[in-house]
């Protein structure tokens, strides 16, 4: 399944041959990504409206003040991650530890990272993952990479190597 723009590009660019990747079908798989993470956000919202209502009255956050801002990064990326800035939460960073081009460094190379291993797992050439014909263990090494990247990162960016997710 793609569910991420930056691996639908990437695979259009790099092995279209893959999933008959050509410009029409990356773009309708781009556009359906982010109409479903637009429509994933929204029911998001809704089902957990009354927990962030209850969050933000624990906190004394009211909504558009700065600190709105651990509401918001429930929804989009943050950096460096809010609830470990001294600002926000009780970590140990400043808003200005962390930059524009690191943070913009952080998310491309988690999202390199990310593509290489999927790229690397699924070439018709790999057989390191074949059972009897069947790769079931990739979606598990996918997922495990994916659980490494967020242990490594989200601490500086919250790791959001989807552009659909963040636009949702």
Request: charged share 10%; glycine share 10%; proline share 5%.
């Amino acid at each position: 399944a793609h569910l991420n723009p930056a691996v639908t590009l990437a695979f259009w660019l790099v092995r279209p041959s893959a999933h008959g990747m050509n410009a029409k079908r990356a773009g309708l798989f781009v556009v359906a990504q982010f109409a479903g993470a637009v429509l994933g956000g929204a029911v998001n919202l809704c089902l957990y409206d009354s927990t962030l209502r209850a969050f933000e009255r624990a906190q004394g956050i009211v909504r558009g003040d700065a600190k709105s801002i651990l509401t918001a990064s429930a929804f989009g990326e943050y950096f460096p991650n809010p609830g470990l800035s001294v600002e926000y939460g009780n970590g140990p960073y400043h808003q200005s530890d962390v930059s524009v081009a690191q943070a913009l460094m952080t998310e491309a190379w988690g999202t390199a990272v990310l593509c290489f291993v999927i790229f690397a797992i699924t070439h018709s050439k790999n057989l390191v993952l074949d059972v009897q014909g069947s790769r079931p263990s990739v979606p598990v090494v996918i997922g495990a990479t994916i659980v490494v990247l967020l242990a490594l990162y989200a601490p500086i960016t919250q790791a959001g190597w989807n552009p659909a997710r963040d636009f949702g």
